[in-house]
Structure formats: C-alpha cells, structure tokens
C-alpha cells in the first residue's frame, strides 16, 4: 500500500514543487497574479463590493482601497456567514469554519472553502514529497498523525466549525488510511486521558515509521502514557480489545509480548524502544514550542525532525524543506503576502513590503491575503527572514507579536526571556521548565513560576536568581537601568508542584482551545487562572543587583 502511496505522492508532489520553484524566481509576478486571481474571483461579493475589487489592477490599488484589519475587522462579515449568508467574503459556499482563540472572550470563526482545503492539501503533498526525497523510507511502516476532531459543533446557519486537520483526515482515501495507525474516531473522545490512552495502545500495535503532529508537548504527552499506562496497554493489544467506546480490534499476542520485553528490561515503552524503525518525527521546532521539541530526544532518541511550517487557523504559509528548523519556503502560490518592519509596527502609517522587498536577518509583521477571505489581514505574527531561495524569502515564525510587559519602561520581550531562560540552563547545566515569568505590578518585580519535584536550598535558590537577573539585563538594556535605579525590584520564585504544566494545559483546552494549538505562555502581564493553588513554596532574592558590565 505504501508502495503506491508514494507512487501517487512522487508524481504529483513532482509537480506542485516545480509550480512553487517557478514561483520562488519570479516572486512579484507570482504575487501580482495571484492578487488579480483572488480579487477577480472574489469581486461579486459583499466585500468585494464595498472595497471595489473590480477597479484594483496593482499592490498599490489595493492598499489604497482595503485598509489593514485584524480578526475584529473581519468579524461583522463573518456572522453573516455565520449565519448562513452567501458571497459576504468569498464567492463560493463555505464548507465549514476554523475556530480558534481571538484577541476578546469570543472565539475566532474563520471560513473554510473549497479552495482553501485544495491548496491545504497541495501544500501537505509537496511537503510529504520533499520529505521522501530525503528520506525515502519514512513511509514504509505505520504513520501516526495527531488531530483535533473535524467537527466540534454547528453554526446558527447549519455550517459545522472545528479542525481543518481532522476533517483532512477524515477524507483521507481508503487504500491511505490503511497505512494510518489511529482510527480517526480516537480525535472524537472528549475525556483527554482515554483519548490519548486510545492513541497510545493503536499505535504501539503497529510498527512506526513516522509519527507527525503540531505541537511537541502531545509527542511528550504521548511518550508519557505509553511508560505509565504501560500495563493496561499491553494487556489491550493481547486481547485485541480498544477500550470504553472503541470496536475490538485483533487480537496481537506476539506484539504484545515483544512490549512486554522491552517493558521488563528497559522499565518503559519509549517510542525509540517500541518503534526502532521510525525514520523522523513531524513537528513544530520554532517560536515558544522550540524548547520542548529539542527534549523529544529523551524518548524517541536522536531522531531528525521536520517542521510542519508555518500554518494557522487562517492560512498555510510557509513549506520547510530542511530537517531540524522552522525555516521554510513561503508559498506564493496560496497566499498574497505583505509585511511591516517589526520596528515600524507602531507607526500609524508603517511602511508595506512585499516579499521580494524584504531582507535577510530582519522581522516583520505578516499581513495576510488568503483564498478563505482574509483580506490585509493582520495575524499578529513575527516572521524573521533567515535567508532566500532564488528570489524567495525563508522565513520563520518567531512569536506572536506585542509579546511584551512593560512595567516601568523596561519593555521586556518574550524574546529576552527565552534568552535568558537559555542561559541559566547553559550556567547551571540543567533544564529549566516548565516554566513561566509573570509581571507583578504590585512589587514591580519579575516572578519565575518553575515547576520542579525537587526542593532546591536557599543558597541555590539565590544563585539561580540572581543569574536570571544578571540574564535579563544582559538581554535588555532598559531592564538593567531599571534595576540598577530600583525602579524595577529583584525577581522571585515560585516552585509549583508537580503537574501544574499539564493542569494548566487541560484547563486551557476545557475552556475551548484546541490541543494542536494550544501554546505554552512564556510571559504573560498576571498569573492564569490556575496558578496561585498551585505554587508550593516562594522564595526571594536576598543578594544586592549586580549590574552586567
């Protein structure tokens, strides 16, 4: 079967890649097209109309006529999707919504078209091609690919809303899916233990070659289970039963008793153990989530990684192509993109680059035009430009942008923190996590949430304070003025207790954020909601601020 895939997968992956290295040496033709494509398709519409698409023939037309929005701006045009109107955004019906977390208490709905899951699954195949192309057995075995359900509720107008990711899956073709470990009802299990106990038992009975989801904390979380749950999940595949709502599958006794060897010598089902034959893993390894891919060594051992680029509920944008990094190919052939200088991004009226204009090591704020109806849409979004292919630039997502505190004028980023967080763990060679720093504008101070099964001593404590300060003001100059006046006091610590991470993960889901999504604050302006219950001890820095030099 995989024989076939990857016949299918080679031909037409062949041919998406010369469309977008056509693309990558002309990138403003390439663009330019794309814009009279989308607003030609799309003029008879509500928005079309308002903003006179019909009368827009260059990038400079068309930043005069639709001004810069975010998901606010958007959002009168969407309930009337919502709702069950046609052509407000876009010229053809809307198969279904994304729905993720907005910028207020209402979630974000952003519509999903035809065209959007065709150029969805256009971007996946060249990326799965690129990938055999490197390594070109990685589809030999079982694929075990990680989703949220397709469909988690409906609109007023009978539209459904929810992952854009399983509802792909759940379209997978049959002769496909049978090289897929996990039934996609397993996504549809609401109570989050038996749901990734169903993941771990189908995929520990079959022999894994590759296993692909966004976020590495569920390949954390999975390699948790597996140890943990180790007994009942070895019992199942010798019985061939699934679990509370799951068909029986068939019974696997002598896979059962080869993870029941590797169980009793090793004391854990590690996924390097269980599965030796697994060529990489697909991932997210960039931004915040970084730091928890670069630990999937412990348990799946040293293998590569590939990053799944930079895609979000609004759109695909970029294709890595590379092993073990975030950069990737935009892909001029989706999307119209324009950017802002990160430095500018304040400015009333900041200048607009197209893709061609920009340059290697700087940042920006991404605006997006998509096929799903986001028009100049400002995602919130820093990109770093790391190098170009052809004309094209590489890019890179960086993090969510106004990622900041600013207490007393210190402007502290997220940024400075992961640095910072970077070097304790360099100087006291080990882990530091998880963790969170959180403004106190109270104390006008920093406090490290750190969440650790040992007590470290008070003289250690101090140490590892006093360095975090020293860290933060070597990142930011304004910090260490701040601290060197005392207008900002020195940092604590706050030791939570085991499991906090993972509590405060759960709650973010149960409130509606979807697993995939779900990113890890590094700073935020106050504790979450979970916090407070669950520190176990704080501590203070006792010794005077020792100004970098």
Not at 69 to 87: L, S
Not at 245 to 251: K, V
Not at 372 to 391: A, K, M, P, Q, S
Not at 481 to 495: E, G, I, T, Y
């Amino acid at each position: 079967m995989a024989s076939l895939y990857t016949l299918g997968l080679r031909w037409q992956g062949r041919r998406l890649k010369n469309q977008l290295e056509a693309a990558t040496q002309e990138p403003e033709l390439a663009q330019q097209r794309l814009l009279h494509q989308l607003l030609s398709r799309h003029s008879d519409t509500q928005f079309g109309r308002e903003h006179r698409f019909d009368q827009i023939r260059t990038p400079l037309d068309y930043r005069r006529a639709v001004p810069i929005r975010d998901y606010e701006g958007f959002r009168p045009y969407v309930e009337q999707m919502i709702a069950g109107q046609e052509k407000i955004l876009v010229n053809e019906p809307v198969r279904m919504f994304t729905m993720t977390s907005g910028t207020t208490g209402q979630p974000k709905y952003i519509p999903v078209t035809a065209g959007v899951e065709r150029g969805g699954s256009r971007l996946m195949r060249q990326w799965l091609y690129r990938i055999l192309q490197d390594h070109p057995t990685f589809l030999n075995g079982a694929v075990v690919g990680i989703v949220s359900p397709a469909i988690e509720g409906y609109t007023p107008g009978g539209i459904p809303y929810g992952s854009l990711s399983g509802r792909i899956y759940q379209q997978i073709p049959a002769l496909i899916q049978r090289t897929y470990a996990i039934p996609y009802k397993v996504f549809e299990i609401a109570d989050y233990d038996r749901r990734y106990w169903a993941i771990a038992r189908y995929a520990l009975a079959r022999q894994v070659s590759f296993l692909c989801t966004p976020n590495p904390s569920t390949l954390k979380r999975l390699a948790t289970v597996m140890t943990h749950q180790a007994e009942s999940l070895i019992r199942a595949i010798h019985d061939g039963t699934g679990g509370e709502g799951l068909s029986a599958q068939r019974p696997q006794p002598e896979r059962a008793r080869q993870l029941e060897q590797i169980f009793h010598t090793t004391g854990a089902l590690r996924p390097q153990d269980c599965w030796p034959h697994m060529d990489l893993l697909g991932c997210w390894t960039g931004g915040s989530v970084g730091a928890q891919a670069r630990q999937l060594t412990a348990d799946y051992g040293p293998l590569p990684i590939r990053d799944l680029g930079y895609l979000a509920s609004e759109a695909r944008i970029t294709l890595p192509y590379q092993n073990n990094t975030p950069t990737g190919l935009l892909d001029l052939t989706l999307n119209v993109y324009e950017f802002i200088p990160e430095d500018c991004a304040d400015h009333a009226n900041p200048p607009i680059l197209l893709s061609h204009e920009l340059e290697q090591g700087q940042r920006y704020q991404i605006l997006l035009t998509t096929p799903g109806g986001l028009y100049r849409y400002h995602i919130n979004d820093v990109v770093e430009v790391t190098g170009f292919y052809h004309r094209s630039p590489l890019v890179a997502f960086l993090r969510k942008g106004r990622d900041m505190s600013n207490l007393t004028g210190e402007k502290l980023h997220v940024n400075h923190v992961l640095a910072a967080i970077a070097a304790l763990q360099r100087q006291f060679h080990q882990p530091v996590g998880p963790y969170r720093l959180v403004a106190n504008a109270d104390a006008m101070r920093y406090e490290l949430y750190w969440e650790t099964a040992e007590v470290p001593d008070q003289d250690w404590i101090e140490q590892l304070l006093s360095a975090l300060d020293t860290a933060l003001a070597e990142n930011n100059v304004e910090y260490a003025q701040k601290r060197a006046s005392q207008r900002l006091n020195a940092p604590c610590l706050h030791r939570m207790k085991p499991g906090w991470a993972e509590t405060t993960q759960r709650w973010a889901i149960a409130q509606g954020q979807r697993e995939a999504q779900y990113k890890w604050p590094i700073l935020t302006q106050q504790p979450l909601p979970l916090d407070a219950e669950a520190i176990a001890q704080t501590y203070e820095l006792t010794l005077p601020y020792a100004h970098p030099h």
